[in-house]
């Protein structure tokens, strides 16, 4: 068999044909990859991958490896010599097996020059060396596989004649067929299961770094079906089952395990494990008994190579949800296609919230302008909901822009699907009685969460009258909301709250400890006292481990505010620094506040953390170059046009948003109780609380047509993150399977280094265009020197 493997080698190399071939595989791929204009140009592409040629291979591999075993058996029957190698002592099947070696080994030593393309990535990487080079090991294992399977057809079709031109467009035919024809089947008949009967369901896991069992059964068993196959045809004998039995044994054990969903393994190989879906995020798209539909419209022949990159990994996103429950279709869909219902279209998406974005696409030199909506709309029983397929962030460039949202991807998703396919079940108290905001000034907030949970306003007025029955009722709700209160809090009502936290209630504290609003700047004079509010609430947040200091936070860092300059006609607005309004860009790794835009407070307080028990976790903090303001203190609009001094900006990050997680003591430990309760609780069960110092946070502006979006600032066009924020908080109060900690989930998108790249760009051009063909010249001159060398005697 070794024998006939080497006779392989050596009638390959021996014919110039033999380095053509090869010579034109590598060719192909260098030119499309590093110097044609294109998808699959991977410095316009600016990712430090290689994506775009196992994209690529698997198309050249059809025409090169039919090129290479088109003579296999094709020639020794036209020779007249296949009969004499079936008279030699060896196995038919070693025959085979030996032509076929010969032949892999040959693809093989094709694929090694393409080596340099991980090299010329890893130089090019920002930082250097800024490549995942287990998923690209992973992703050549999966071409590996791939051609394996192509060199087992190829000797088939070379098994069926004696002219290797028809044994080679049989080849190209079926292995088309095998490759993409199931695939277009399956959108026919619309059945997943006729997909993967083709070889690129299986392949596209592989190639970018994902070994599933079931897919290396599934090469397996077409390689091995293929081989014994073409030692049937050679065979010159009557059909024997025994000879056959074992090896189609082997095909069906093989063909069972690519189908059989219950028992495989899979291996992530990515370094962020970005195609491992979080066990929270399985069980949702587990409990869909019906179909649930995607339609994602991020699909267009004309996107910047960032956005193709989201609109790929969305893609790979959603078919490791389909592939955990075959109820999750999905589709892309490019909704200005047609030009005759572009704008009808554009109007539809639009009424349904689908707001369209614009983006620049550089092509040959020029800059136009695009389009799309990166949005999907997600259906069930008659239920849809839409979910955002790009994370926005304040003056993020546009490969920051691409990062956040491929990161959020999963979460966007999984939290849309559990929309859906969770009914609502736990409730929302909003609290009132307190002076807390008026629900206008809350609208846009409730809107956003009443997709997840039940709720209704509480009011705390009937604790005066029925204190144990108020309890009773607020125990009911599985989280409380105080938004922005003005008044003080009794004893009585303080008690009710308390025994609600030692009950396991979890409660969402907006505060605001100094009286101070914007609105009462717009005076003659644009001044305003800002004062101690006094809510009574010190001693209870002092027991639970923090402290609401009636300070103001003024930070460098921060929005500005819009002011009229100038009277009459001459009037106009101008945006100013206003440093009560600190921008926060949280930095801790937390789900509530990972992957956020910037958060806008106003008139912000700062919270001093006190030693006890509770675990306590910043979420929020103003930027370094802050201070703190007392109270009273006149707040004038003067501020806007003074030059801040920075030197007295030296107080450092100031707590602004503090979470409380752990088993609370009771503030009535101890002390006398305001109220008689009989199932009076010192310790809570494990619970949580989260503390803003700003009210502000979470109110909405009113405009004209009513209550606007929160975090909207019609000034500027900017939108914060302030809805973001608490959704997150809300969701990670009362979240029991951990879906929310899916935020916290790290993926990686390596980008290459702009100005290198730049810079160097003919330089790699060049070597990756002409090395592979120098290492093919120089293998074919020492190979034939030693074959001269060794018949020279």
């Not at 014994?228 to 024997?240: A, E, G, P, R």
């Not at 921008?583 to 506040?593: G, K, R």
């Amino acid at each position: 068999m070794f024998a006939i493997l080497k006779k392989e080698i050596n009638t390959f190399f021996t014919s110039i044909i033999g380095y053509l071939v090869i010579a034109l595989f590598l060719t192909i791929n260098s030119l499309f990859l590093w110097l044609f204009h294109g998808e699959f140009n991977v410095l316009d592409n600016g990712f430090a991958d290689l994506n775009s040629f196992f994209l690529l291979a698997p198309w050249i591999f059809i025409f090169l490896i039919s090129a290479v075993t088109m003579r296999s058996f094709a020639d020794e029957k036209k020779q007249g010599t296949l009969e004499l190698l079936l008279t030699k002592p060896i196995s038919l099947f070693k025959i085979v097996l030996g032509k076929y070696l010969g032949a892999l080994v040959l693809i093989i030593l094709a694929l090694i020059p393409t080596l340099l393309y991980v090299y010329t990535v890893y130089e090019l990487g920002n930082p250097m060396g800024n490549i995942d080079l287990a998923s690209t090991f992973g992703s050549y294992l999966g071409l590996l596989f791939l051609a394996a399977a192509f060199t087992a057809i190829g000797l088939f079709c070379s098994s069926l004649t004696d002219n290797q031109i028809v044994a080679f467009i049989a080849s190209i035919f079926i292995s088309l067929l095998l490759y993409i024809g199931f695939e277009g089947l399956a959108d026919f008949v619309s059945n997943n299961l006729v997909e993967q009967v083709g070889m690129n369901a299986h392949y596209k896991s592989m190639s970018r770094g994902v070994i599933d069992t079931r897919d290396v059964a599934y090469f397996l068993s077409v390689t091995i079906l293929f081989l014994i196959l073409s030692q049937i045809i050679i065979s010159q004998k009557t059909f024997n089952k025994k000879t056959y039995l074992p090896s189609i044994v082997l095909v069906l054990a093989f063909g069972v395990l690519t189908f059989t969903k219950s028992i495989y393994k899979r291996f992530d190989l990515t370094s962020d494990k970005r195609y491992t879906l979080s066990p929270a995020a399985i069980d949702i798209v587990q409990s869909a008994e019906s179909p649930l539909i995607v339609d994602v419209f991020l699909q267009s022949e004309n996107l910047p190579s960032e956005f193709r990159r989201l609109q790929t990994e969305t893609k790979q996103i959603l078919e490791e949800f389909a592939a955990k429950n075959n109820q999750i279709n999905f589709q892309f869909i490019n909704p200005l296609e047609d030009d005759a219902i572009r704008e009808q279209n554009i109007q539809q998406l639009m009424n349904r919230g689908l707001t369209p974005m614009q983006v620049t696409v550089q092509e040959s030199g020029k800059s136009s302008q695009e389009v799309i909506f990166p949005w999907a709309l997600a259906s069930y029983n008659g239920v849809t909901v839409k979910i955002p397929l790009v994370k926005n962030k304040i003056g993020a460039a546009i490969q920051e822009l691409a990062t956040n949202s491929i990161q959020h991807l999963e979460y966007t998703f999984a939290d849309g699907f559990s929309k859906l396919i969770n009914p609502k079940r736990k409730k929302i108290a909003i609290l009132k009685g307190n002076g807390q905001l008026q629900d206008a000034y809350i609208f846009d907030f409730v809107k956003s969460i009443k997709d997840y949970y039940f709720i209704a306003p509480f009011t705390l007025d009937s604790v005066s009258s029925n204190p144990i029955k108020t309890l009773i009722a607020l125990q009911d709700y599985d989280l409380i909301i105080s938004a922005k209160p003005t008044k003080p809090f009794t004893e009585e009502e303080k008690y009710v709250l308390d025994q609600y936290t030692m009950s396991g209630g979890k409660s969402l504290w907006l505060m605001d400890a100094v009286a101070m609003e914007k609105d009462s700047l717009y005076n003659e004079t644009g001044t305003a006292i800002a004062t101690r509010r006094d809510l009574s609430l010190t001693d209870f947040f002092f027991k639970y481990g923090v402290r609401v200091n009636p300070v103001l936070v003024n930070d460098l860092y921060s929005a500005k505010i819009t002011l009229a300059t100038g009277e009459g006609s001459q009037s106009q607005f101008q945006q100013l620094p206003w440093f009560y309004s600190p921008l926060i860009n949280a930095s801790v790794n937390h789900p509530v506040v990972n992957n956020l835009n910037l958060i806008r407070f106003d008139f912000a307080n700062q919270i001093d953390t006190l030693e006890n028990d509770i675990t306590k976790t910043v979420l929020l903090e103003s930027s370094i170059l802050s201070k703190l303001d007392g109270t009273p203190r006149e707040i004038s609009l003067d501020m806007t046009t003074q030059e801040p001094k920075p030197d007295l900006y030296t107080n450092g990050n100031q707590n602004l948003a503090v979470l409380l997680e752990g088993n609370f003591t009771s503030v009535y430990n101890n002390r006398i109780k305001p109220l008689n309760y009989n199932n009076d609780k010192t310790i809570s069960p494990p619970t949580k609380m989260l503390v803003i110092a700003d009210g502000d946070v979470i109110k909405n502006d009113l405009g004209k047509n009513g209550p606007q979006e929160l975090g909207f600032d019609r000034w500027t066009g900017q939108t914060y993150g302030n809805k973001e924020f608490l959704v997150n908080a809300v969701n990670y109060l009362l979240d029991e399977n951990g879906l929310i900690n899916i935020r916290t989930k790290e993926v990686a998108v390596a980008f290459l280094d702009v100005q290198k790249t730049s810079n160097e760009k003919t330089k790699w051009q060049i070597l990756n265009i002409l090395a592979p063909l120098a290492v093919l010249v120089v293998f074919g001159l020492i190979f034939n020197f030693m074959r001269r060398k060794k018949y020279a005697k």
